[in-house]
């Protein structure tokens, strides 16, 4: 008998989407029902990385990896998805401090019945002179079938669909 990987790499293979599993995956992130390829990682089986970093190692890795991309790249524009959050706003004075002259816009979604962190998001982008949009979503799936179709397979962090197609309009 097949397993589930050898089923989905055969393109003659017709799938027939499980609503129930397809809901699980976007709001579990996984399906219950699918046995894991891999053995599942837990805390006994834990090897630590010996190696210590500083965190101007950190930063200078995080510097020299977007240097030598966008240089390399002649990149002029940068989109990111600004939530209002530290990570988003971190990555985003990153980029201004190390670019001061490349033009960035700055994505944050704003879903409906959602924590609304959008006039957050607005001031910082301000801080740092990037171009800010909101991209407003009454209906968080409406998109789904789309953007499945574009990625080959289902995934529950649709956000990025909607931050890549601002970023490209």
């Given amino acids: 008998m097949r397993n589930e990987l050898e089923l989905a790499a055969d393109k003659s293979t017709t799938i027939h989407p499980n609503p129930s599993e397809i809901c699980n995956i976007l709001t579990?992130?996984?399906?219950?029902?699918?046995?894991?390829?891999?053995?599942?990682?837990?805390?006994?089986?834990?090897?630590?990385?010996?190696?210590?970093?500083?965190?101007?190692?950190?930063?200078?890795?995080?510097?020299?990896?977007?240097?030598?991309?966008?240089?390399?790249?002649?990149?002029?524009?940068i989109s990111i998805a600004l939530s209002g959050g530290v990570d988003s706003t971190l990555i985003l004075a990153i980029l201004r401090k190390t670019f001061p002259d490349i033009e960035i816009e700055a994505i944050t979604i704003k879903f409906a019945e959602s924590v609304d962190e959008s006039s957050v998001a607005a001031k910082i982008a301000e801080n740092f002179e990037a171009n800010h949009h909101?991209?407003?979503?009454?209906?968080?799936?409406?998109?789904?079938?789309?953007?499945?179709?574009?990625?080959?397979m289902p995934f529950w962090d649709l956000h990025w669909y909607h931050v890549v197609k601002k970023s490209q309009s």
């Fill in 28 to 77: 579990l992130r996984y399906n219950p029902k699918i046995k894991p390829l891999l053995p599942i990682k837990t805390w006994d089986r834990f090897q630590p990385d010996s190696t210590v970093l500083s965190i101007g190692d950190i930063e200078n890795s995080i510097l020299d990896s977007l240097k030598q991309k966008i240089e390399s790249n002649k990149i002029k524009k």
């Fill in 134 to 152: 909101i991209v407003y979503l009454e209906n968080y799936l409406e998109e789904l079938p789309k953007a499945i179709s574009i990625i080959k």
